[in-house]
């Protein structure tokens, strides 16, 4: 069955030293297959609010264990992905 999973990852900030929050969204066609269409889905630095979308080197990303991302018959991937880009733009503003 097709499902849609959320990545988390985190990394260190290069400006503030802080922690950074990456999402992607990924989809499987059923169980066993390789993860499709990944696509990113925004990164900010929860103490300044830098975007910074990769860690700097030799500083590597952490990986939260993926959770399944249902997209919803009337909401589709695309609408969630846009919810989620703006919960992280008005994280940046806090
Ligand atoms: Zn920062």
């Given at each position: ?7 988390l990852?985190?990394?260190h900030?290069?400006?503030?030293d802080?922690?950074v929050v990456?999402?992607?969204?990924a989809v499987?066609?059923?169980e066993?297959s390789?993860e499709?269409d990944i696509?990113e ?5 929860l103490?300044?609010?830098?975007r910074q979308s990769?860690a ?6 952490r ?8 997209p919803?018959?009337t909401?589709?991937a695309?609408h969630l ?8 733009n008005?994280?940046?503003?806090h």
């Amino acid at each position: 069955m097709r499902k849609q999973y959320l990545h988390l990852s985190t990394y260190h900030c290069d400006a503030c030293d802080g922690p950074v929050v990456a999402g992607s969204l990924a989809v499987r066609e059923n169980e066993i297959s390789k993860e499709t269409d990944i696509r990113e889905v925004g990164a900010i630095c929860l103490s300044c609010g830098h975007r910074q979308s990769s860690a700097t080197a030799p500083a590597r990303a952490r990986h939260l264990l993926p959770m399944e991302w249902a997209p919803t018959d009337t909401i589709k991937a695309s609408h969630l992905t846009a919810a989620f880009v703006e919960a992280l733009n008005r994280a940046d503003l806090h």
